[in-house]
């Protein structure tokens, strides 16, 4: 199917509907319109009548992305995340939908864990001496406009799809509604459903230079990449600096002890997407065993407050409830966060991500454990026998290829009373009033904020 084929297909006003109900109904973000999802649905039908033909017509304009700040830490600039409107999610949605099927023959994206799977495969097979890890300075920000829409134009030459492309890109990204702020002229806007395939192909040339490159080995995920080889490895990293300013204009940071781009023997120790390794051991970097202990203590410290709220009301019966309550959310969401969960047919959850991890690094999890249980003490929590799971287990089932089993819960085959089990959990209202369809919809919103957080967990990994 040629572009100009899959842009018709999928800007339909049918597959419009589609894309709303499969993606964009589960999402809570407002744009800078300030349309909530309950004000956007009842104009839906004439939304996505807008979208196709302004789309067809190569007229569509979008609003202006509403700004959101993600910390880094300390003394590091926040992550600037661009929200756009319901209206233009749908867009940029079927955008990414056209764009992935029309690049799909010269894309190799895959998921961190097998990138890493990969390299550990390399570096037992002993053929390499030395790592280059080569970061690039403000990735995302830095993606040159004209360079990225050649790319792009080599597969597409239809004006009205470059038209989207360019208007997304160039649309600005605000705190406030500003009618003075120019457009941009550089970089792509994180956060966007295109985001991620427009790296993709702004780097695709890059991945192929890289494997026509002759005794290495090369892994990229995103921004961050990791060369093996047993040539010189400082003159090899000025090489790919060097292309990646003159090819892209992609500026690499500078080589230096520690910093984000190095070099060394493959003996030495390094880390790569949030892994750390040690001549062929593979284990958890300490940061990312860090950030999740935060993220449990955080729990535990919801549940605290929960179960002071409940110990205020007088009554006794709503006392006890409100203990119940209180009790059954907090192991939900703490055993969620131990084994993470199947959802939208991905494998979500810090165990997922580092379940690379070798045999001897067993330990980490021991110790996360050992953590639940110091937590637990903490808290003046006595866990029932079997009541909370496990990391160990947990990264034991996760070796499975198979998934169908219940201790790594599975959200794609939730039975529906189970589904409205949770929603009256949460303090849904009139659930039991509720067609099957609207509590799978909700259900779907509250486990989609749940995964969220998740991957909270292990932003930054790929970092590293």
């Not at 309950?38 to 996505?48: A, V």
């Not at 230096?256 to 781009?261: D, E, P, R, T, W």
Request: charged content about 25%; aromatic content about 10%.
């Amino acid at each position: 199917m040629s572009a100009a084929e899959c842009f018709q297909e999928v800007f339909a006003v049918d597959k419009l509907r589609e894309i709303y109900e499969q993606y964009i109904s589960l999402t809570s973000a407002i744009g800078i319109d300030r349309l909530s999802r309950s004000l956007f649905e009842p104009t839906l039908e004439r939304e996505i009548e807008f979208i196709s033909k302004k789309a067809a017509a190569g007229t569509y304009r979008f609003s202006q992305y509403k700004e959101k700040l993600i910390s880094k830490g300390a003394g590091k600039c926040p992550r600037v995340i661009s929200i756009p409107t319901y209206r233009d999610r749908i867009t940029l949605r079927a955008l990414c939908n056209v764009l992935k099927k029309t690049f799909s023959d010269s894309l190799n994206v895959k998921l961190p864990q097998h990138t890493v799977a990969e390299l550990r495969a390399a570096l037992a097979s002993g053929q390499y001496a030395h790592f280059i890890k080569v970061d690039v300075t403000n990735f995302y920000p830095s993606i040159d406009h004209a360079i990225l829409e050649a790319i792009v134009g080599q597969k597409i030459g239809e004006t009205e799809i470059l038209h989207l492309i360019q208007t997304a890109i160039e649309c600005p990204t605000v705190a406030y509604p500003d009618r003075d702020r120019k457009k941009e002229i550089k970089g792509v806007p994180q956060g966007l459903s295109i985001s991620n395939i427009l790296a993709e192909i702004y780097l695709s040339s890059f991945d192929q230079w890289m494997a026509d490159t002759h005794d290495v080995a090369y892994f990229r995920y995103v921004d961050d990449t990791l060369i093996l080889t047993n040539g010189d490895p400082e003159a090899l990293f000025e090489q790919v600096s060097a292309h990646l300013k003159g090819a892209y204009r992609l500026e690499a940071h500078a080589l230096s002890a520690g910093g984000k781009s190095v070099v060394g023997k493959i003996s030495d120790e390094f880390n790569f997407l949030g892994y750390e390794f040690s001549d062929t051991r593979a284990s958890v970097k300490l940061d990312s065993v860090r950030r999740l202990e935060s993220s449990l203590a955080k729990i535990f410290t919801t549940y605290k407050y929960r179960r002071a709220a409940a110990f205020a009301n007088p009554n006794p019966f709503s006392r006890e409830a409100m203990l119940e309550r209180a009790r059954k959310i907090f192991t939900w969401r703490l055993n969620l966060r131990i084994t993470g969960c199947l959802f939208d047919d991905v494998r979500r959850g810090w165990v997922f991500f580092f379940s690379q991890i070798d045999d001897t690094s067993i330990t980490q999890l021991q110790k996360l454990d050992k953590t639940i249980e110091v937590l637990c003490n903490r808290f003046a929590f006595q866990p029932a026998k079997g009541e909370l799971k496990s990391f160990v287990r947990t990264f034991h089932e996760a070796k499975r290829s198979n998934l169908a089993h219940r201790y790594i819960p599975n959200f794609d085959t939730t039975a529906i009373d189970t589904q409205r089990g949770l929603l009256k959990l949460y303090g849904v209202e009139n659930v039991d009033a509720m067609t099957d369809e609207q509590v799978n919809r909700a259900f779907k919103r509250r486990i989609r904020r749940e995964t969220s957080e998740l991957e909270q967990d292990i932003e930054g990994s790929s970092r590293g």
